[in-house]
């Protein structure tokens, strides 16, 4: 699916092989992919390919995995059997720009060796990922060490919002049994702020996934300095769930993500655990409101000092106390629905 701009080959055939004295192929104009070497009768080979500066969005294939501009620059070599090679490799990408936004370089090195292929290098951030060609075995490890994400978020479009990022993410499994996968997450920092306002913080996050099981070790996240998420529990992917969240979130946050909340204040605290099939978990929980106060979307009125509690069971949702104002008036609300997941039944 490539369209070339040419195509030219200089080569002959002597003593059992065929040698390429010079392959080019041009994308664009002055951009050629260059190969030289031998192909053998016995399925032997010696091949090298060089091609500097490519642009990225000439190429056809990179498109859905690249949505951006950069020079492509690649030298590889490949000796041996041409069912099985050793090939010695590198890449890399400069002059990187997504949605207007400059990314640093990527710089990776290609080995394969008896179908045993590595890949490492730099992405903003360290990797080492391999992979069994036959098998279908892989391995990554991505290291990060105050790797800034500003440039990712202005690639998707989201200049405002920017952070920093340490620790690792490990990976193992087979390509062919994507949902038997392992993983595990560990950081020791996430900051992640809009504008100059710190959003999150974090310097204890561990996450792991063994044998479709999620296991929250250590998820402690303070948001815009005063509030905090904590959670802890395990979870089967399609079967049982036991976490435990308590949280302190102030509705300030929501003015960061949604004008319509853009004079929201006070604070929802909300504790409790999750249980039960994760197709249809069952939630037992505490929600209590503190002093909220927001223009309400759509109405235009004010409401103010909104405070009281909701509990949520398995079957029942309870308000306690709920009291506040909208504009000059006042109301309040005590009851009880009976609920099948979420679903009133009276």
């Given at each position: 699916g490539q369209s070339l701009k040419t195509l030219s080959l200089d080569g002959r055939f002597r003593e059992h092989r065929f040698w390429i004295d010079r392959l080019s192929a041009e994308f664009n104009q002055g951009e050629p992919v260059i190969v030289n070497g031998?192909?053998?009768?016995?399925?032997?080979?010696?091949?090298?390919?060089?091609?500097?500066?490519?642009?990225?969005?000439?190429?056809?294939?990179?498109?859905d995995y690249f949505p951006g501009e950069g020079k492509l620059n690649v030298d590889v070599?490949?000796?041996?059997?041409?069912?099985?090679?050793?090939?010695?490799?590198?890449?890399?990408?400069?002059?990187?720009?997504?949605?207007?936004?400059?990314?640093?370089?990527?710089?990776?090195?290609?080995?394969?060796?008896?179908?045993?292929?590595?890949?490492?290098?730099?992405?903003?951030?360290?990797?080492?990922?391999?992979?069994?060609?036959?098998?279908?075995?892989?391995?990554?490890?991505?290291?990060?060490?105050?790797?800034?994400t500003a440039a990712?978020?202005?690639?998707?479009?989201?200049?405002?919002?920017?952070?920093?990022?340490?620790?690792?993410?490990?990976?193992?499994?087979?390509?062919?049994?994507m949902a038997n996968a392992s993983a595990r997450v560990?950081?020791?920092?996430?900051?992640?702020?809009?504008?100059?306002?710190?959003l999150v913080q974090s310097d204890r996050v561990a996450l792991a996934l063994s044998d479709q099981k999620v296991s929250i070790d250590s998820l402690d996240v303070s948001i815009?300095?005063?509030?905090?998420?904590?959670?802890?529990?395990?979870a089967i992917i399609g079967g049982p769930?036991?976490?435990?969240?308590?949280?302190?979130i102030p509705l300030a946050v929501a003015r960061q993500f949604s004008d319509a909340f853009g004079d929201a204040s006070g604070w929802v605290m909300l504790k409790g655990d999750i249980s039960g099939e994760t197709k249809r978990p069952q939630f037992n929980a505490r929600l209590d409101l503190e002093n909220i106060a927001m223009t309400v979307p759509g109405l235009q009125q004010q409401l103010r000092?909104?405070?009281?509690?909701?509990?949520?069971?398995?079957?029942?949702?309870?308000?306690?106390?709920?009291?506040?104002?909208?504009?000059?008036?006042?109301?309040?609300?005590?009851?009880?629905?009976?609920?099948?997941?979420?679903?009133?039944?009276?």
């Open positions: 031998w192909l053998g009768v016995d399925k032997t080979a010696d091949l090298k390919l060089k091609a500097e500066g490519l642009a990225v969005s000439q190429i056809n294939y990179l498109k070599s490949a000796q041996g059997n041409i069912e099985n090679p050793d090939v010695d490799g590198r890449l890399t990408v400069t002059d990187i720009k997504v949605n207007d936004q400059a990314l640093e370089n990527i710089d990776l090195n290609l080995t394969l060796r008896d179908m045993q292929a590595r890949l490492q290098g730099y992405l903003n951030f360290r990797m080492d990922a391999g992979c069994d060609l036959r098998q279908g075995d892989f391995d990554a490890h991505l290291t990060f060490d105050d790797t800034e990712y978020f202005k690639a998707v479009g989201r200049p405002e919002l920017h952070g920093t990022l340490t620790g690792d993410v490990q990976a193992d499994g087979n390509f062919r049994d560990a950081l020791s920092e996430l900051n992640l702020s809009f504008e100059d306002i710190p815009l300095t005063e509030g905090h998420l904590r959670a802890k529990g395990d769930a036991a976490v435990e969240i308590d949280s302190r000092d909104l405070n009281g509690s909701i509990d949520v069971s398995a079957t029942r949702i309870h308000t306690d106390g709920i009291k506040g104002y909208l504009d000059t008036g006042s109301f309040s609300l005590t009851g009880t629905v009976d609920h099948d997941h979420f679903e009133p039944v009276s």
